[in-house]
């Protein structure tokens, strides 16, 4: 369809189309006026007037500080959890009777740790009164005449225990014999001055007689006797197996003499395996130390044991700071009944247990 040109249309009646032309924007402005007022008066009316805000919309500040207290308090609980739960050491004696399954015989605080041992320990040699007393009472049952001592891993204070229980059954009268069969990394010759190329392995290899290495470290205690490891042998897995060691420790232990062996730990190596199967050796000592040995070790370490016929008889924790908290009143004897357990045991000795 052809639209006619407005030029055409107009120019037929020019008149009267330039006065339509003009007046057509005042037309629609009309128009648009009419419309606003319509909109204006369409039955809406002002129920009040606006006023401004006198303060910020939103929550306050100290809705807003509690609020981010709250959540900062989640956020810090959230993150002890998971670091607690990332840290698989073991931080209570009673998690490591749990984990052990056996009893604690003795709690040891840090401050019972010495580098080098002295005849007048006095008060730090407490904590092995305790195991002494403990360990007396088990012997009611069974042969106790021979213990090793060993632990899970390196560095939980086995040299320490089996020293300083060697020197408080000593000093409650008996004879003891403090053997070293730590032969990885002997430490007798950092606690006593004494020649590290002397000791078990030079009786082993019969270079010289049993009697003449046994040293005794203290002069005011001749029934306190040592043996330290001497040279280091290439093979002490091997050599700890062998009967010539049995023949040795079954040797000391005659006359009611206790034999206290510091050996090495059991999860690294096996020569504390090896020797949880000699018939020479009556029972074992588990040494755990507080804050350092994990779960897993001590599971590890269980599962040694419960593969061999020789069953610990307890554990003495090391590194407990507080130990009232940690066994002390619930496994051994306050400090009188101590005294009297030293006297009782420095009397004449009944007959022990028969194996
Ligand atoms: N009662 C204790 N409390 C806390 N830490 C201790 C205690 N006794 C020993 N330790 C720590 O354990 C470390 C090792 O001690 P010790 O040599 O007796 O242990 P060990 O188990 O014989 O070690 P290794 O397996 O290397 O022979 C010490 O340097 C000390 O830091
Ligand atoms: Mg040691």
Redesign the pocket.
């Known amino acids: 369809m052809r639209s006619t040109p407005r030029s055409a249309t107009c120019s037929a009646r020019s008149t009267r189309c330039r006065s339509a032309q003009a007046t057509a924007p005042l037309q629609q402005s009309s128009q648009r006026l009419d419309e606003l007022r319509a909109i204006a008066n369409g039955g809406l009316q002002v129920i009040t007037r606006a006023s401004p805000a006198h303060k910020a919309s939103g929550s306050s500040l100290k809705t807003t500080a509690i609020l981010g207290l709250l959540v900062g308090l989640a956020l810090a609980g959230a993150l002890v959890f998971l670091l607690e739960s990332l840290d698989r050491r073991v931080n209570s004696a009673e998690a490591f009777e749990r984990l052990y399954r056996l009893p604690v015989l003795a709690t040891?605080?840090?401050?019972?740790?010495k580098?080098s041992r002295a005849d007048d320990r006095g008060r730090s040699l407490e904590?092995y009164r305790i195991l002494r007393s403990a360990l007396d009472f088990v012997a009611v049952t069974r042969q106790l005449d021979t213990l090793l001592v060993t632990?899970a891993?390196?560095?939980?204070?086995?040299?320490?225990?089996?020293?300083d229980l060697a020197h408080a059954i000593a000093l409650a009268g008996r004879r003891v014999v403090l053997v070293e069969l730590?032969l990885r990394?002997?430490?007798f010759s950092?606690h006593f001055a004494l020649d590290p190329m002397r000791g078990i392995t030079t009786a082993l290899t019969g270079r010289e007689e049993l009697q003449d290495l046994l040293l005794q470290p203290f002069a005011q205690l001749p029934n306190f006797q040592l043996l330290p490891a001497g040279t280091l042998p290439p093979n002490p897995s091997e050599l700890l197996g062998s009967p010539a060691v049995s023949t040795l420790l079954a040797d000391l232990a005659s006359d009611d003499t206790m034999v206290v062996i510091?050996a090495?730990?059991l999860n690294p190596v096996a020569d504390a395996q090896v020797l949880l199967n000699n018939p020479a050796i009556h029972a074992a000592l588990l040494?755990a130390?507080?804050g350092?040995t994990t779960r897993d070790q001590v599971q590890r370490a269980r599962s040694i044991l419960d593969r061999h016929m020789l069953q610990p008889v307890g554990l003495v924790v090391?590194?407990?700071r507080a130990p009232g908290r940690s066994g002390y009143e619930v496994y051994g004897p306050a400090e009188p009944a101590l005294v009297e357990a030293e006297a009782l045991a420095a009397a004449p000795r009944r007959r022990r247990a028969p194996r």
Do not use: C, N, W
């Open positions: 040891v605080p840090p401050t019972a740790f580098h904590p632990s891993v390196p560095g939980e204070g086995k040299s320490t225990a089996s020293i730590d990394q002997p430490s950092h510091d090495p730990p040494v130390r507080l350092y090391t590194g407990v």
